[in-house]
């Protein structure tokens, strides 16, 4: 992994990795600074965490959960990891073989659910029975099992790997559509409210390049293949179409995304119609919401009672066999 010829702005010994939206090359050494720098101003410039906190991870054994843990216990937060097992097939048992691996090999605490021993249904089983998307069905099981966890453990805030292609995929979908209601709502960081821990986001000013140099410089394994039933959604067509734009003008997706933070989100009323910070408690689990069971409840009532069903059946028509 070498730059042949290039040097690092800093120091300039051989490259390892050009950064042409910072019109630079950088060594290993200088290239790591960077990215911990990034990941200390994100913390700092939003308040994401305390020097004592007790933080939760939510770790997925893909590049962006392992880094963003591993750049913490670096920084030396007190981090602990939570791993949801989603039962999708192949995909999830690697996964969750990533994330115990990076855990034992530098011995730090990772928590472990399993959504069919804990709740009675996988994610292909709950997209089927509520006729949702399956990331939608794995996103609200994964958010209401991250908080969970945190709570129960007595954590303070919980981070997630979200990098700045991921937000700014979201952003420009939600742009797309002018949804003043997630606009409004996205920033990285939640507060804690309700009986919701706080969670944040340290990876929005690294990109998801950067954030797998990271592992492969720090020796990171971890899980390459993305989620199969993910494949083909709009998230990842915004994040290829944000792609182009960068190569044509390196730094556009920075700018868009950070933008944003900077100019937009003060201007936008924050809404109130956050299920977070609802009124009405969930006649099942006592949590907020909007209605009077909520979300999470209805879709556990309508997967646990459909038989299971095979992840093959939930695949994007293409990556069938
Ligand atoms: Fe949630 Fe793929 S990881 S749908
Ligand atoms: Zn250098
Ligand atoms: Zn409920």
């Not at 290039?6 to 200088?30: E, G, T, W």
């Not at 770790?59 to 999708?88: F, N, P």
């Not at 192949?90 to 034992?104: H, I």
């Not at 945190?150 to 952003?171: I, K, P, Q, R």
Request: hydrophobic content about 40%; charged content about 25%; overall charge neutral.
């Amino acid at each position: 992994m070498a730059y042949i010829g290039s040097k690092c702005r800093a120091c300039k010994a051989p490259a390892v990795i050009d950064l042409p939206q910072h019109n630079a090359h950088f060594c290993a050494d200088h290239f790591q600074q960077l990215c911990r720098r990034q990941v200390a101003k994100a913390i700092d410039e939003f308040e994401m965490i305390d020097p004592d906190d007790r933080v939760l991870v939510a770790v997925s054994g893909g590049k962006d959960s392992l880094a963003v843990w591993d750049l913490l216990v670096e920084a030396g937060y007190r981090a602990d990891g939570v791993y949801v097992g989603l039962g999708i097939g192949d995909y999830s048992n690697e996964s969750e073989g990533y994330a115990r691996r990076f855990a034992a090999e530098r011995r730090l605490e990772l928590i472990t659910v399993d959504l069919s021993e804990e709740y009675g249904y996988d994610v292909p089983t709950a997209a089927t029975a509520t006729g949702r998307v399956p990331c939608s069905a794995c996103g609200l099981s994964k958010r209401r099992l991250f908080d969970r966890a945190a709570v129960d453990g007595g954590y303070d805030v919980v981070v997630t790997g979200h990098n700045l292609d991921d937000e700014a995929a979201v952003l420009l979908g939600n742009t797309l559509r002018w949804d003043l209601d997630y606009l409004s709502r996205q920033l990285p960081v939640l507060t804690a409210v309700n009986g919701f821990p706080k969670k944040v986001k340290p990876l929005i000013r690294l990109t998801e390049r950067e954030t797998a140099a990271w592992c492969l410089l720090r020796n990171i394994d971890y899980l390459v293949e993305e989620c199969p039933i993910a494949a083909g959604n709009k998230h990842l067509g915004y994040k290829a179409a944000l792609n182009t734009l960068e190569a044509g003008s390196p730094g556009a997706k920075a700018a868009f995304y950070h933008g944003f933070l900077d100019r937009m989100a003060p201007l936008i009323d924050r809404r109130s119609t956050s299920t977070r910070a609802a009124a009405n408690r969930c006649l099942r689990c006592g949590d907020p919401t909007t209605t009077d069971v909520c979300a999470f409840c209805r879709l556990v009532e309508t997967a646990a009672a459909h038989e299971p069903v095979p992840v093959e059946m939930v695949l994007p028509k293409r990556r069938r066999r």
